[in-house]
């Protein structure tokens, strides 16, 4: 009855967030900014290109995308996926090793996994190895654990739970229950195709939540007018709780150059 529901897992996340110390910036004679702009850039590039994954895998190895912040909890979010917690740490520790670190400090991160959940028959059936490769569902439900970042202008990150208080406890709902409030909440989630894009992962036993939402749209108010109808949908007025949210903007590396000028 109380069943967790059955899992797959595919692509670690780490969300690296980065703020720039503006004074010493300022302050830094211009040989030591111009080796950290290239190191910085050349840093971005090569691990948006996956030069550090030695074997890509069936997948194709994992993604990093950069994101400026708005506002003051961070300037830069680096999102790196891959297949290993070990290669999400490299990835991190390589950029440590860049004079632009230098300039930088790390307010927070996150750690999670993707992960498609199975409240619905079929995709119980898809993880039992019942389903074909090729079917849509098949192909769906890769596509939420090796997502490809899309090239949307906004993002928006923030990391939720579920709620365990004696009158609302996610966790106490038979699993039927659970299942009928997921449905409803992935109708909602269908109906902005095509506008808000997500990438779900799990963060139980990684990070302080049990989830990282990462969302994005060109238009921010698509986003915006997602989460509040979600907001009235008792999956998330009954039983979410959330963290801190950021939102920024797609960020070529090549931009530092321009971010860090003036
Ligand atoms: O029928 C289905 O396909 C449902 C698929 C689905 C699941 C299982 C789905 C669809 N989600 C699922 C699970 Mn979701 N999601 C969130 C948030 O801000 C808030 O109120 C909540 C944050 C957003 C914005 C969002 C968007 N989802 C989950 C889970 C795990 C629950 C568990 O396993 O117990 C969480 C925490 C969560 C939260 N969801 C969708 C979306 C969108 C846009 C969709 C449609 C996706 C699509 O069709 O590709």
Redo the contacts with the bound molecule.
């Keep these: 009855q109380r069943d967790p ?1 059955p ?1 797959e897992e595919g692509w670690y996340a780490l969300h690296d967030f980065r703020t720039i110390d503006w004074d010493a910036w300022r302050e830094a004679p211009e040989r030591r900014r111009q080796r950290a702009l290239s190191e910085g850039i050349e840093y971005l590039q090569s691990h948006a290109a996956l030069e550090d994954v030695a074997d890509p895998g069936e997948f194709g190895g994992g993604h990093t995308a950069v994101f400026t912040v708005v506002g003051h909890k961070a300037d830069l979010m680096i999102v790196h996926l891959r297949q290993t917690v070990g290669q999400v740490e490299a990835a991190e520790r390589r950029f440590e090793r860049t004079e632009l670190a230098a300039f930088t400090e790390q307010p927070t991160s996150y750690l999670s996994v993707t ?3 199975g ?2 028959e079929r ?1 119980r059936e898809y993880f039992e190895g019942e389903v074909d490769d090729d079917s849509g569902l098949a192909q ?1 439900i890769q ?2 654990l090796h997502p490809e970042i899309p090239d949307a202008d906004h993002v928006c990150f ?1 990391p ?3 709620r365990r208080q004696p009158e609302q406890n ?1 966790y106490d709902l038979p699993f039927d229950e ?1 299942a009928e409030h ?2 409803r ?6 109906s ?2 095509g506008k ?3 990438m ?1 992962a ?1 963060s139980v036993g990684f990070d302080d939540y ?2 990282g ?1 990462t ?1 994005w749209a060109d238009d921010p108010t698509d ?1 915006k007018d ?2 509040n109808e ?2 009235f ?1 008792p ?2 007025s009954k039983f ?1 709780d ?1 963290g801190p949210f950021y939102f920024g903007k797609r960020f070529p590396p090549e931009d530092l150059d321009a971010l860090l000028a003036g």
């Design positions: 529901p899992t992960e498609a959940s409240y619905t995709a769906y596509q939420r923030y939720m739970s579920k996610w659970r997921m449905a909440h992935g109708d909602i989630g269908r902005y195709g808000v894009e997500q779900i799990s049990e989830w939402i969302l986003i997602l989460l979600m907001r949908d999956s998330s979410a959330f």
